[in-house]
Every structure is written in C-alpha cells, then in structure tokens.
Nanobody, 122 residues
C-alpha cells in the first residue's frame, strides 16, 4: 500500500520560510512514471496545486507561486519537501502532499497525505 505521511510545523511567522516534508512508504519516489505533488487549500477556498517533483527529479511549479516555491527530495529517505519562502497570512491553508499520476491528457491524484494546517501569524 502507498502511504504518505506529512511532518512539519503548523505555525510560521510572516516573512519566514514554510517547510513541510512528506515521507512515502510502499513505493519509491523514483519509480517511473509518477510525480509527487504539493497542494493547498486556504480556508473557504478551493484546492490549489503548488507544484511537483517527478520521478527523475525535475520540478514544475504553479506560475503564481514559482518565485517563492522549491520542491526537493531525499531519495535515501524516500521523502520530498516543500519550501515556501516569504510567507504572509495569505498563505494560511491546509497543505497536502499527494501522489500524482499522468496518463496522457489526464492527471490523477491517487494518494494523499493527512494534511497539515499551517497558520501564518505573528
């Protein structure tokens, strides 16, 4: 079974960097041809795809967040990490990691982490 476990702080001060880690069990994050994504949901709003890191290590980001977002991985630990820099209260949201599968013109999010409530406040 593929399982995703999230970890990281739930409170971040404005201007600091948000950092969350997702640990994957049941499948190597280097296995062809999957992608590993970060998605967030601000209170009362819809889900927003933030970016992903591919099995190859290449990354892709939502254009609205690209300048502040980095996704990296540690293959020895089967983990991938989100960093969102220069956060503001507008970044308060529930953050999820997910397994993303690309099948021609269709994208699937097949497995999800448990979600982390992150509040940006001074």
């Amino acid at each position: 079974q593929v399982q995703l476990q999230q970890s990281g702080p739930g409170l971040v001060k404005p201007s600091q960097t948000l950092s969350l880690t997702c640990t994957v069990s049941g499948q190597s994050i280097t296995a062809h041809y999957d992608y590993w994504s970060w998605i967030r949901q601000p209170p009362g709003k819809s889900l927003e795809w933030m970016g992903a890191i591919a099995y190859s290590g290449s990354t892709s980001y939502n254009s609205s967040l690209k300048s502040r977002t980095s996704i990296s991985r540690d293959t020895s630990k089967n983990q991938f990490t989100l960093q969102l820099r220069s956060v503001t209260p507008e970044d308060t949201a529930v953050y999820y990691c997910a397994r993303q599968e690309e099948a021609y013109a269709t994208t699937y999010f097949t497995h999800w982490g448990q979600g982390t409530q992150v509040t940006v406040s001074s």
